[in-house]
Each structure stands twice: as C-alpha cells, then as structure tokens.
C-alpha cells in the first residue's frame, strides 16, 4: 500500500545553523501532514501541520512546505538548538494517521 | 497537565502471559489510536477507533485486541506475548477522523522475558 517515508535516516547540523528534514508520500489524495517531534523515552510531540491547499506554513523557528507536483515535504527549523535534537516524522492523516521512517537530528554545540 | 495517559509506563511480562495496557483521555476526542513502535523504528498502526467503530489493520496480528468500552478508555490486549512483540506502545487522540492533529500518551515500554 501507499506509505509515508523519509529520504534520510540521520542529520547532523551545528547549532544555529538551520535544519532541513525531508519526507516523500506517495498517496495523492492525502490532504492533511503533521511533522511530530520525539525525544528518546517519550511519545511524539507535535511541531506543525499543513493541509493539502496549502504550500506554506511557519510557526516559531520552524517551516512546513509542501510540494504536491512531487509529493514532497519538508521541515525547516531555523537557528537549531541542542534542544531541537530528537528523531522526527512525518505523517500523514487521511482516515487514520500514518508515519515516516523518521530522522534523527543531532545538533553539535 | 496530562491528556493521554498511559498506564503503565513500563510493563514486564512473561513469554505467552496475557497481558493488557491501558490508555485513558481527558480530551473527549472521537478517535483512538494504538501504535507499536520498536526501536529506531517509525510507529505503526496497529488499529484505531473512530468512536465506537473499530478498524483493525490488515497486518495487525490476531494476537493482539482492543477494547474501548467508553470515550475516555482504551485497551491494548495481547493474548500471547511473543518475543517479538516487545515494543513501546503508543495511544493517541484525535478530535475528527481526518485533518486534525494527534496527542499522544507517553507510551507504555513492554518488556517480554
């Protein structure tokens, strides 16, 4: 069946740089994606979502985009902190919500 | 404050010995998810209620059961442990079936020895 997956298993970034992680879905008619945080030990945390009508969201230090051409999405923290160093996932929500492989963040002081 | 609590925290059983975990809401949310999330792995879905309707993925193993005898609780049964069904298992909660965010417990680490 169709499914959400990452392109990368691990980032490395130094702090204050900028983080960029990514995810492919493959379901056309998914119309709602959610990027979760998760810290070791702990259940996901949502960070942002973004609906299928959308190509852009900003929260707090953190970016959504969303490319429909090629099914694509991506996560965009800015001035990353050692805070910010968690596994992420996205999912997608149609009828149930499913997850990403994942990736996991290391910020480097 | 909690929403979704899951109890317990961590729970040891034996090999083949029923075991069941519990999940309980303060948000009055519709839907429950039950997720199985090994290690370095992305949660799966193992079914999910959307109030009182149950949906059971196809791959879920018929070892595993859910109850949801009101909105606020969900159980998570497991018949036979096996080996391989240690796992953090995750509940979450979400207002609509689609298009709404998800919360979720801090999940329930299962050990089986």
């Known amino acids: 069946g169709e499914s959400v997956g990452l392109h990368l298993p691990t980032l490395s970034v130094q702090e204050g740089d900028n983080s960029i992680i990514n995810c492919a879905y493959s379901?056309?008619?998914?119309?709602?994606f959610i990027w979760y945080k998760q810290e070791s030990g702990k259940g996901p945390q949502f960070i942002i979502d973004?609906?299928?009508?959308?190509d852009k969201r900003q929260g707090q230090r953190v970016t959504v985009l969303l490319n429909k051409t090629v099914k694509h999405l991506s996560l965009q923290i800015a001035a990353t902190q050692p805070g910010d160093s968690a596994v992420y996932f996205c999912?997608?929500?149609?009828?149930?919500?499913?997850f990403g492989a994942g990736t996991r963040l290391t910020v480097k002081p | 404050d909690a929403m979704v609590i899951q109890n317990p925290r961590y729970q040891v059983t034996q090999f083949g010995k029923p075991v069941t975990l519990s999940c309980s809401q303060t948000l009055n949310h519709n839907v429950m998810y039950w997720y199985q999330q090994k290690s370095s792995q992305a949660p799966k879905l193992l079914f999910h209620y959307y109030d009182k309707d149950f949906n059971n993925e196809a791959d879920t193993p018929d070892n595993f059961q859910s109850r949801r005898p009101n909105t606020s609780f969900c159980f998570l049964d497991i018949r036979s442990p096996g080996l391989g069904d240690a796992a953090m298992y995750l509940c979450?909660?979400?207002?609509?079936?689609?298009?709404?965010?998800?919360?979720f417990g801090q999940g329930t680490r299962l050990t089986v020895v």
């Open positions: 379901n056309s008619a998914s119309d709602y």
């Open positions: 979450a909660t979400s207002r609509l079936q689609g298009g709404t965010e998800a919360f």
């Open positions: 999912a997608e929500e149609l009828n149930d919500m499913r």
């Open positions: 973004i609906r299928s009508n959308m």
